[in-house]
């Protein structure tokens, strides 16, 4: 299909569409475009084996790549996402937690710098951590927070350590997917609840609420949910009573099409005899399907008293309850604060904390930290901490001392939560970075967007402090080739600026002078790597600049098959890929979120659209043009099942006409970016690690032993001194020297035979 003269012939402009205050699903989007919902356990653990597969192969094979080591450039002073928090009960000032998509940490010196306790090769989502009174600790992997710019990344189950972190053993819940939480009663610590989330997009699995009566050894589900889409997000024991146990469970399927966060499995539980039986709780709480997920918390002072929320299937808040009889009879309290710190998406919280001496003290998570001193009849903010609560947990040793987990990581307070009372962990390198840009002029100087942690400035060098340079959520932030001065940054959905003083202020906003209908939540914005002075920027049209973003012309029509583009749904239908040529500043290719693959080779004045045929359907994450071929480019693609021999990894030798599967040999599994270096190597990031192979593709060698296994989403690569630095979703921004290739000279025919990526890289230099 060609596209000749049908841009509109004056410009119009439109703000960005989409639910703006909803977190992001881009992920989540990504990795079902297809319309699959294969997006399990087993996908994941059978990518990850395969992953490990490649990595061993390679060790041998091509060892100056396998012996490279990866180094944390940083960020350490930023944080991220915390689901949960175990306070060591025998050792001063420890406590442990465990980040979303990062791993388990420690802290020794009361919740102000950070070391990993958790294997960097193994599974990194994370949703639940405690500890017994002995020490003993136990970590159940996978997030139960859907959305919110995770794809909430499945674990496989639950893990215990006999010496703090130390090592560990798996003890079982495999198809869990998702540990929101344990219990351990105080009268007997072999015995220990977990509640199981289930996978998010596929019914079944070991979902409710289990127990162990071993110290973990063997598990046995004591609550089932009431239908296969509905899994635990609570278990609480009354600590006066152990028998008394108590349970939240939340309906909830994400399907490519709609998320479906509550139903008639979403419903509050209790046991009376230590989990044998359970009657659902209904005296007082709604009994119709539209519930969504409930917080729910009991006050250790008085077990009689219980707190619980609820929000709509749809993710406003819908009502406050209250219990002082055990849970026989509950009331609705006229709390309407709880309601504004639920947003539109009460389903990212879930939530509730009682103070262990005070039952009328109690906070809500939400966007806000919402504190209640009279027992849930109205709230306030504690004001310090960053937005998005999902953990507080008080210290027994320390009189009023509370942390706090969040989306901005880890907090303390010494005055039991007051407002304005919260410090900021110091060390706490575990941020969940969308991308990563270096300055041509110094790969010192580094810039990235990071989930609900805005955009970021590194200028400091390997360990230095970051600064933030505005943003919301980071997406695409990127520093100009030649002047290290101009940086742009952008927020979810295309709201970028440009800043002539390293993202300092101004930064004024250009997004309004560009035109789209929609776009996407990762914004594609790139230099020209011809002209410094040319800049692209994509919705559902490419626009482009000549002066360094003051000024913005399109050059293109909508470029996709069109999608809803309503206040309620995804803004589908956008570009997500733009790469322009190093050699012919005329060639760009353009890839889409539905699966298109478009380029021109006249600046926009015809378009071409590639066969639908020849490519797998699936999102475009990103393109690379060969340095010295303007015809020679690469594609990168999201979305997988279990099984399947789908391209992740594509080229094009003739301009874009005809695209072949480079991608044989690397796992199954997204992969996020590719970057085309001028020595003939390809380099791939993906949800499980660096892949390298010649420019022909074919056979791939992992790159590096120690980068931690959490997703890689972007790459940059910086030529003049082979650096390359990673954006790692959950575990911050790494770099890596890569090794010097024979085969600089000449491009490699596709797929000869005894040329790919052993004849190559077997001559690498160390």
Request: net charge negative.
């Amino acid at each position: 299909m060609v596209y000749g003269d049908e841009q509109p012939a004056t410009l119009s402009t439109s703000t960005a569409t989409g639910p703006m205050e909803l977190p992001d699903e881009w992920m989540t989007a990504q990795r079902l475009s297809d319309g699959s919902t294969e997006l399990s356990t087993e996908v994941y653990t059978e990518a990850r084996a395969e992953a490990r597969n490649v990595d061993i192969r390679t060790r041998s094979m091509y060892r100056p790549l396998a012996e490279r080591q990866w180094e944390f450039f940083g960020p350490s002073d930023i944080g991220g996402r915390v689901v949960d928090i175990a306070i060591d009960p025998q050792v001063d000032d420890q406590i442990f937690i465990a980040a979303a998509s990062g791993g388990l940490w420690r802290s020794s010196d009361a919740g102000m710098t950070y070391e990993a306790v958790w294997p960097d090769d193994w599974v990194q989502g994370m949703g639940a951590v405690a500890m017994t009174s002995e020490g003993v600790l136990f970590a159940g992997t996978g997030e139960p927070q859907p959305g919110g710019g995770s794809i909430t990344f499945g674990g496989d189950g639950i893990y215990r350590s006999l010496d703090r972190g130390g090592t560990w053993e798996h003890v079982g819940l495999a198809d869990s997917h998702a540990i929101a939480r344990f219990a351990v009663d105080p009268s007997d610590e072999d015995r220990i609840f977990a509640a199981a989330a289930g996978n998010l997009f596929v019914p079944g699995g070991e979902r409710g609420v289990y127990l162990t009566e071993d110290g973990g050894d063997t598990w046995n589900r004591v609550l089932a949910p009431l239908n296969e889409t509905t899994g635990a997000t609570e278990v609480v024991i009354d600590p006066t009573n152990p028998d008394r146990v108590y349970a939240a469970m939340w309906d909830h399927l994400r399907e490519p099409h709609q998320r479906t966060y509550g139903g008639p499995g979403s419903s509050l539980w209790r046991s009376d005899d230590g989990g044998a039986t359970w009657e659902r709780m209904t005296n007082g709480l709604p009994t119709d399907p539209d519930q969504g997920r409930w917080g729910l918390a009991l006050a250790p002072s008085n077990p009689d008293r219980l707190y619980a929320y609820v929000g709509t299937a749809l993710g406003p808040f819908r009502a406050f309850f209250r219990s002082d009889d055990g849970g026989d009879s509950w009331q609705q309290t006229p709390v309407t604060a709880a309601q504004a710190s639920q947003s539109t998406f009460s389903w990212w919280f879930g939530k509730l904390f009682v103070d262990p001496v005070n039952p009328d003290h109690v906070f809500l998570a939400g966007v806000d930290l919402r504190e209640s001193t009279d027992g849930a009849m109205s709230f306030g903010i504690s004001e310090g901490p960053h937005a998005d609560q999902h953990k507080m947990a008080w210290d027994p040793k320390v009189p009023n001392r509370v942390y706090l987990g969040n989306d901005g990581g880890m907090y303390r307070s010494d005055t039991n939560g007051a407002s304005e009372s919260w410090v900021k962990a110091t060390y706490e390198p575990y941020t969940q970075f969308y991308s990563v840009d270096v300055a041509e002029t110094d790969p010192r100087l580094k810039v990235g967007g990071a989930q609900d942690n805005g955009c970021n400035r590194g200028y400091n060098g390997v360990g230095g402090s970051w600064d933030a340079i505005g943003c919301g959520d980071g997406l695409q932030v990127i520093i100009h080739p030649e002047n290290p001065a101009i940086v742009f940054g952008c927020s979810q959905y295309g709201s970028c600026y440009r800043s002539e003083n390293s993202g300092g202020t101004p930064r004024p906003n250009f997004t309004r002078l560009t035109t789209s209908d929609r776009r996407n939540w990762f914004t594609p914005l790139q230099f020209d790597p011809s002209d410094p002075n040319v800049v692209y920027y994509a919705g559902n049209r490419l626009n482009r600049s000549t002066d360094n973003g003051r000024t913005w012309t399109v050059i293109s029509p909508d470029l996709t098959d069109g999608g809803p583009n309503d206040d309620d749904g995804y803004p589908w239908g956008t570009i997500t890929a733009v790469a322009a040529a190093p050699t012919d500043g005329d060639t760009i290719y353009v890839g889409t979120d539905d699966g298109n693959l478009w380029w021109t080779d006249d600046l926009g004045a015809t378009w071409n659209q590639v066969d639908e045929d020849q490519l797998p359907g699936t999102w475009v994450t990103r393109i690379s043009v060969n340095p010295a071929d303007e015809d020679i480019a690469y594609a990168t693609f999201s979305g997988f099942r279990a099984g399947s021999d789908r391209p992740h990894v594509m080229v094009t030798e003739d301009g874009g006409a005809t695209w072949t599967d480079i991608g044989q040999g690397l796992p199954d599994a997204p992969v996020n970016s590719v970057v085309a270096t001028t020595d003939g190597l390809l380099l791939a990031g993906t949800d499980v690690g660096v892949y390298v192979s010649a420019w022909n593709g074919g056979e791939w060698a992992a790159l590096g032993t120690n980068l931690p296994n959490a997703p890689v989403m972007y790459l940059r690569y910086h030529e003049p001194t082979r650096q390359l630095s990673v954006a790692t979703f959950g575990r911050g921004i790494y770099q890596v020297d890569v090794p010097t290739c024979r085969g600089s000279s000449t491009r490699l025919p596709l797929r000869d035979p005894g040329v790919g990526v052993g004849g190559v890289l077997a001559s690498c230099r160390q």
